[in-house]
């Protein structure tokens, strides 16, 4: 995975595919940011937040693993957030 600050990228792999390793990781790696777990009665969701004050490029991204052409896989995707934190259609 890579989480870019500003124009830094950390790169990283998680030993466990859950929130709290995810969180624990990218709090672990000093960028600049702080992530943290939301919990709704919708379910659970990753929250980072930048540690400092001012405009700053934040970006979390993953390659996918290739999928079969055949059968049914379906891929779905959350919603993407602008810098304001508001939800973007």
């Known amino acids: 995975m890579d989480l870019v ?3 830094k990228t950390y790169n990283f792999t998680l030993a466990t595919n859950n929130l709290v390793t ?3 990781t990218i709090n672990s790696l000093n960028a600049g940011v702080t992530a943290s777990i939301l919990t709704t009665s919708g379910g ?3 929250s980072i937040s930048a540690n ?3 405009a ?3 970006q979390l991204s993953t390659t996918l693993p290739a ?3 055949s059968g049914s896989h379906p891929v779905t995707r959350g919603p993407t957030f602008n810098s304001s934190g508001t939800e973007s259609t």
Do not use: E, I, K, N
Request: aromatic fraction near 6%; glycine fraction near 6%; charged fraction near 15%.
């Open 52 to 54: 400092s004050t001012g």
């Open 67 to 69: 999928v079969p052409l």
């Open 22 to 24: 995810l969180r624990d």
């Open 44 to 46: 659970h969701y990753l």
């Open 56 to 58: 700053a490029t934040l």
């Open 5 to 7: 600050v500003r124009s």
